[in-house]
């Protein structure tokens, strides 16, 4: 995934990890996803407006709650400060995630294809079809990610593990898509 790791290092989508090593092989922890993708999302709105620099109302917007300790942002496995916590708190507030039916988020849970097509969907607020039947629940994410051809190749296990080189393709590909 060089190409494609360097073409959005290139358009600021990778700025979270700047200053480290990218390490494309290394899996992916929930948490590191969802500010990926947030980051992305607010990247990919400065980029239509065509900003030359940050929306600081925007990026602002997740910073707002870094100090937000209520259990309406919180899951119960959030509410001790960490790394990205707000992250965690500003995309509960937005409706991207709801965590387990333990009210847990499992920040550092390693994320399936599954779950990760799901965020990348509700982030950028991507259509997504509700059958009325009984299906798993990654159906419709899988269906959705075929059609629009935003795997790698091979990529078909819904419970797969991502690595940042596999997530960092899939969003390349989901915004090529998008901007078509």
Request: hydrophobic share 35%; aromatic share 12%.
């Amino acid at each position: 995934f060089e190409n494609e790791i360097t073409q959005m290092h290139g358009q600021g989508y990778l700025e979270m990890f700047d200053g480290s090593q990218f390490e494309p092989e290394k899996q992916v922890k929930r948490i590191e996803a969802l500010r990926f993708l947030i980051d992305a999302q607010m990247t990919y709105e400065e980029k239509k407006k065509n900003l030359g620099e940050k929306d600081t109302v925007l990026r602002d917007s997740v910073t707002a709650f870094s100090d937000d300790a209520s259990n309406k942002v919180n899951f119960s496995d959030t509410k001790r400060d960490g790394a990205y916590v707000e992250y965690v708190r500003y995309a509960r507030s937005k409706g991207y995630i709801s965590g387990y039916s333990n009210k847990d988020f499992r920040s550092y849970s390693r994320i399936t294809l599954a779950e990760a097509l799901s965020l990348l969907f509700r982030v950028f607020s991507a259509p997504v079809w509700q059958g009325d039947w009984k299906v798993d629940w990654h159906k419709p994410l899988m269906d959705k990610a075929f059609q629009m051809e935003i795997l790698p190749s091979g990529l078909t296990d819904p419970l797969h593990k991502l690595t940042r080189g596999e997530l960092t393709y899939i969003l390349k590909r989901f915004l090529e898509e998008i901007e078509r």
